[in-house]
């Protein structure tokens, strides 16, 4: 007898929990209210979290008029998540309707645009702002924000102390005006935008202090300077009709706020599921509550994310306590679901990286705290969201699990440490590895895992004859996104050459030569206050680094002698790019050619070369979706730890783990210490975030009340650091997951303090965790 249709779409219902794992099928059985979903690496929260949305609009009968709103993090997340809920639904024999995908600023962005008046963004007249536009205006906000307020700024000159010499005054004028407070500005916006604050919440936070004061010497009031500096941007992003990607999410809470407009919106959306939550922050949190509230004053919201791999916290606005608390808050009312069980790794990956969390929970404690276990007095109970990890096991996933191939068998013994001597055995050991992994699997799919690009280039420079010798390919991720800065880098120059005499363009240069390692890292400001007098030195003056002025002359030669056609070219060369680079270069002078007409002046190069960095992405030549390109079989891919967050391959290698690698250590540029044993921008952050945390409560909206909330500088950056060696322990943890079948981990004896120079050897200590490691897995110590 045939099943009535109802009773079909049940079977089939059953049918797609039935393909889930445990964890999965707990989200797919979500009917309603709030869920965490705290998901372990390689959990296949993405799988479920497809099922679950497809199996809510078949239960809820979602269509066009009531809706599931799914929000990513990324657009290519959003495309991939969008094609397995049409193909879950094509499968229920539903069709592709009752749910959108969006990122959270597409959202935002569809609810203001919808509104436009109520959103105070006319979107016909305003434009989103350009990274390199930003980085204009900002410059504008300080020199003006100077210009207003002396008294700070005099304060701010002064340091800690200040005897009162010009060259000293006028380099200490170039740093504050060129770095530390366009890094401060930048900083605070973005944090406190991104929270809710505007300046003048800012300004009352720095009031409320009780223990305001700085015990070594004094204190600035850095979150008033960072108030002044935020006015000056809302004022010129107003002026210019500008808005930046808060200004969007604020529009929507907006448009939100009317009572009218919020039944709107909550009317069509019968709930939101949130993907990678440990990434938002209070501000996408608010919009994506009011929006999954009922009628009945419930909220239908699943967020999902892993704490754990939580990287991006200390250099963006993303805050991973939020979502921790979430977490504590479901779980006490048993609405918490654990993906613990993953199919990527081989058993012994998993144990190492579980055995990392405990480990590193144990002994990286929050200030005041003391460090490492034998600690002789009782440790105070610390809450759960202030420890770098949660303590959740990756599981192997269970017997006749759907996953192919799930937690493979391991090559070797799945997992391999070493302390070889030097950073060069470090890499002969890898080549000799990869020689070994090729004899067994002759298209290996292998990664190399980076801290930084340097230490990439460094692997590339030395394994760029792995492909005659071995047969696999070598590739740089960080090679190939260096094309991309290639217009930038040039453009640089091109001012220079331009206004040679200018300090900003002449600093501008001599940072893009350093960092293509033409000449020494060094204090730029020194040389930069009195170009004429680097350039062309008197015979009484004392000459200021002699190669870079050297390199300087020659490039300013150049622009007299070459035709304007040749003179990329020879900037180019002198930047001794790589071949990818110069092809890039080519297909740049080619564009600024076209752009500058039958125009042939440098002023005219300079425009077009602006143009083309400031209005447009411009592409590097390879242009083939680039995460394709990196988990490509018979391939080496060497990649930076953030990169390779959410990819994985068969075998992985991460050299270099040295503790001044990872977790490394927070420190203050040499310009800067004049200001004392801190930067201005990670004591702002610090406070804003202290603050918000110590009265944020979600759902309730933000405080007026910020009494006694304010951490000193010195409190504020132990803080700081605090934080980012938790992170860089969660990089680590997101490097080691990455591994399928090998995990292959280095620490040279003997490695560069500084990457910049990789010649220069010291030795180094391991990253701490490493020597546990080994004694877990009872490896000998070689
Ligand atoms: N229930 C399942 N049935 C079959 N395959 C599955 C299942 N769950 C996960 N997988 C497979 O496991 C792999 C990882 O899944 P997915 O991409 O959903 O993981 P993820 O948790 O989003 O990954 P990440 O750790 O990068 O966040 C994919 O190849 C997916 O096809």
């Not at 740093?175 to 401060?184: A, S």
């Not at 190399?448 to 492909?467: C, S, T, W, Y």
């Not at 740089?476 to 300090?503: A, C, D, I, K, T």
């Amino acid at each position: 007898m045939p099943l009535k249709p109802a009773a079909a779409l049940d079977d089939r219902l059953q049918l797609l929990l039935h393909r889930l794992r445990p964890g999965q099928r707990a989200m797919g059985e979500w009917i309603g209210g709030e869920l965490a979903v705290s998901a372990v690496p390689g959990a296949g929260k993405s799988t479920g979290m497809a099922a679950a949305a497809a199996l809510t609009v078949a239960r809820q009968r979602l269509n066009l008029r009531r809706y599931l709103v799914v929000v990513t993090f990324t657009r290519s997340a959003t495309n991939n998540l969008k094609a397995k809920i049409c193909a879950n639904l094509a499968q229920l024999g539903l069709p592709p309707l009752g749910f959108s995908v969006n990122t959270l600023h597409g959202l935002a962005l569809q609810i203001a645009s919808r509104h436009r008046d109520r959103a105070g963004l006319d979107l016909d007249t305003v434009t989103l702002i350009a990274p390199n536009q930003s980085h204009r205006l900002i410059r504008t906000c300080v020199d003006r924000w100077i210009a207003a307020d002396p008294p700070l700024y005099q304060q701010l000159l002064e340091g800690q102390s200040f005897d009162g010499e010009e060259a000293e005054r006028l380099r200490r004028q170039s740093v504050l005006r060129t770095e530390i407070l366009p890094d401060l500005a930048h900083t605070v916006i973005r944090e406190a935008k991104s929270s809710g604050l505007g300046p003048e919440q800012l300004r009352s936070l720095a009031l409320g202090s009780s223990s305001y004061g700085h015990p070594q010497g004094r204190s600035y009031d850095i979150l008033t300077v960072a108030a002044g500096l935020y006015d000056q941007y809302q004022t010129q992003l107003q002026s210019q009709n500008l808005i930046d990607y808060e200004d969007m999410i604020l529009g929507a809470l907006r448009v939100l706020e009317d009572p009218a407009l919020r039944q709107f919106w909550q009317d069509q959306v019968f709930g939101v599921f949130e993907d990678e939550a440990q990434d938002s922050t209070p501000l996408q949190s608010e919009l994506l509550e009011i929006l999954a509230t009922t009628a009945e004053g419930d909220r239908n919201l699943v967020r999902v994310g892993d704490p754990n791999q939580a990287i991006n916290s200390t250099f963006t606005p993303a805050d991973p306590s939020f979502f921790q608390g979430f977490c504590q808050r479901c779980q006490s009312q048993g609405r918490l679901v654990e993906l613990d069980q993953a199919g990527r790794s081989t058993a012994q990956v998993m144990a190492v990286a579980n055995q990392m969390i405990h480990w590193v929970n144990d002994r990286v404690l929050p200030p005041g705290l003391g460090t490492g276990p034998g600690r002789d007095r009782p440790q105070p109970q610390i809450s759960p969201e202030r420890l770098p990890f949660r303590l959740q096991d990756i599981r192997p996933v269970d017997p006749g699990d759907p996953q192919a191939d799930a937690n493979p068998a391991p090559l070797g013994v799945g997992v391999e440490i070493l302390q070889p001597p030097t950073i060069d055995h470090s890499i002969a050991l890898i080549r000799q590895r990869i020689g070994a992994i090729v004899a067994q699997d002759p298209e290996p799919q292998i990664a190399i895992l980076v801290r930084e690009n340097r230490q990439g280039q460094f692997l590339a420079q030395h394994l760029g004859d792995l492909e005659t010798e071995l047969g696999v390919r070598l590739y740089e991720v960080g090679q190939q996104q260096r094309q991309s800065h290639v217009p930038r880098e040039l453009w640089q120059l091109v001012q220079f050459l331009q206004r040679p005499h200018s300090p900003d363009a002449l600093k501008a240069a001599l940072a893009v030569l350093a960092d293509r390692q033409r000449i020494a890292p060094q204090d730029f400001n020194a040389l930069a206050i009195a170009p004429e007098q680097f350039l062309y030195p008197g015979p009484l003056d004392r000459p200021l680094s002699p190669p870079a002025q050297r390199l300087c002359t020659q490039l300013l030669r150049a622009r007299l002698e070459l035709p304007l056609g040749d003179l990329l070219g020879f900037l180019a060369s002198s930047l001794a790019y790589g071949q990818g680079e110069l092809a890039t270069a080519d297909k740049l002078i080619d564009q600024a050619l076209q752009r500058m007409g039958g125009e042939r002046s440098l002023e005219a190069l300079e425009r077009a070369l602006g143009e083309i960095v400031s209005s447009e992405r411009f592409d590097p030549v390879d242009t083939e979706d680039p995460e394709s390109l990196y988990g490509r079989k018979g391939q080496v891919t060497i990649i930076t730890m953030h990169k390779a967050k959410g990819l994985d391959w068969d075998y992985v290698f991460v050299p270099f783990l040295q503790a001044n690698v990872i977790p490394g250590q927070m420190w203050v540029p040499q310009q800067a210490q004049f200001l004392g044993d801190f930067t201005l921008g990670e004591v702002a952050r610090t406070q804003i975030r202290h603050g918000l945390h110590q009265v944020y409560r979600p759902g309730e909206g933000l405080p007026q009340q910020w009494e006694g909330v304010l951490l000193s500088e010195t409190q504020a950056w132990e803080e700081a650091a605090y934080r980012k060696r938790s992170e860089e322990y969660r990089l680590l943890y997101v490097a080691l997951t990455r591994a399928k079948k090998l995990l292959w981990l280095s620490a040279a004896q003997q490695a560069p303090f500084n990457w910049k120079k990789p010649e220069k050897l010291d030795r180094q200590s391991p990253c701490p965790v490493i020597p546990a490691l080994i004694q877990h897995l009872s490896l000998p110590r070689s």
